[in-house]
């Protein structure tokens, strides 16, 4: 390990980097159809404001890619990522079958993360995610620049899952 390792930059995916929009009709069903809502990354347009910033801080950040996206869907995300020019950095993904919600499943991440590491920043479009990982010290950039989706919040609500 490096004597002075680059502070981590921690950026999420859905709603961050990758636009949803044109998945969010799973997700109007009762229950929400997660799977074909996952399956249909592979298709997510680049958000313009998320790859600006992950590019510029890659010079002076490791990159750390953190979703609530689960494991099934590694290769497709890492070849989302590849594809959009992203730059190279791990990936941490949600357990196949683990329902938490992101604010407790990302918060315990950046905490286990932050005991090694220096953590400059998480960018993240999901508020209560930013809330609770200001609340625990870590710079937060709110990614605001994606369309705020109704329905992805009500589908969260209904399943616990993000």
Not at 58 to 76: F, H, I, K, N, Q
């Amino acid at each position: 390990m490096p004597q002075n390792p680059k502070p981590l930059a921690v950026f999420d995916l859905d709603g961050t980097l990758a636009d949803t929009g044109h998945r969010q009709r799973f997700l109007e069903r009762n229950p929400p159809d997660w799977d074909a809502f996952f399956a249909a990354a592979p298709d997510d347009p680049p958000l313009t404001e998320g790859v600006a910033l992950v590019l510029r801080t890659a010079a002076t950040c490791e990159v750390l890619y953190l979703t609530g996206r689960p494991e099934r869907c590694r290769r497709d995300t890492l070849d989302w990522i590849a594809a959009q020019g992203l730059p190279a950095g791990r990936l941490l993904m949600r357990r196949n079958g683990d329902r938490r919600p992101a604010r407790r499943t990302k918060l315990a991440v950046l905490r286990k993360l932050s005991a090694t590491r220096r953590i400059r920043m998480l960018v993240d479009d999901d508020p209560l995610v930013c809330a609770d990982a200001r609340r625990a010290g870590v710079r937060v950039v709110h990614a605001d620049w994606g369309a705020p989706s109704a329905t992805l919040t009500a589908a969260q609500g209904r399943t616990g899952r993000t």
